[in-house]
């Protein structure tokens, strides 16, 4: 069963404009991302925290839902962005 959930990872331009270098997407309840293969690879491989836990409890694209309602918590700097998850 497809879902068409998503998020997109956006990097900060040095004109100042926001470039999209990752999407992320729900499929099958396990996350999908692809762009740029070392963010790829990292957050595949490193994870992200739960900020829902009050425990440092890790995230993977295998935790499905859990994994993209977070990426906007990880990623919140002037440098890289997440956007909310969009149905």
């Known amino acids: 069963m497809k879902k068409n959930c998503y998020v997109q990872i956006y990097k900060l331009q040095n004109d100042g404009t926001q470039k999209a270098v990752a999407i992320c997407s729900l499929i099958d309840d396990k996350v999908v991302c692809e762009g740029e293969k070392f963010l790829v690879a990292a957050l595949s491989f490193n994870g992200i925290?739960?900020?829902?836990?009050?425990?440092?409890?890790?995230?993977?694209?295998?935790?499905?839902?859990?994994?993209?309602?977070?990426?906007?918590?990880?990623?919140?700097?002037?440098?890289?962005?997440?956007?909310?998850?969009?149905?």
Not at 61 to 77: I, T, Y
């Open 49 to 87: 925290y739960d900020y829902s836990s009050p425990e440092r409890v890790k995230l993977y694209p295998k935790d499905g839902m859990k994994f993209l309602e977070n990426l906007k918590f990880n990623f919140k700097s002037g440098y890289l962005n997440a956007s909310e998850v969009i149905k």
